[in-house]
Nanobody, 127 residues
């Protein structure tokens, strides 16, 4: 059974950094693309970043490009989201997601109906 667990969230000041982790169990994470999403109160869920399994290609939302970096450690079956230069508008619950039918993210990856989700981790950027 596919199981994803996010961790690494917390409270950070503007300009600070956090590294989120998405640990997988029940499947080999490097076979599938992994996406990071976030949802702030009262807002729609937003696709943040995605990493492909097929070629390792990465995708970022314009709002985080140049500040966030997605990576994977296949030996640890974990995907990371390094978040630097955090802004108050980055405050949200962050989720990782995967699907056994998605190997390469593609430019519209955020619209794919991912079928496995983690429980989320809260990120709060505030002074």
């Amino acid at each position: 059974q596919v199981h994803l667990v996010e961790s690494g969230g917390g409270l950070v000041q503007p300009g600070g950094s956090l590294r989120l982790s998405c640990a997988a169990s029940g499947f080999t994470l490097d076979y599938y693309a992994i996406g990071w999403f976030r949802q702030a109160p009262g807002k729609e869920r937003e696709g943040v970043s995605c990493i492909s399994s097929s070629d390792g290609s990465t995708y970022y939302a314009d709002s985080v490009k140049g500040r966030f970096t997605i990576s994977r450690d296949n030996a640890k079956n974990t995907v990371y989201l390094q978040m630097n230069s955090l802004k108050p508008e980055d405050t949200a619950v962050y989720y990782c997601a995967t699907d056994e039918f998605l190997r390469r993210c593609g430019s519209r990856w955020y619209g794919f109906p991912f079928n496995s989700w983690g429980q989320g981790t809260q990120v709060t950027v505030s002074s």
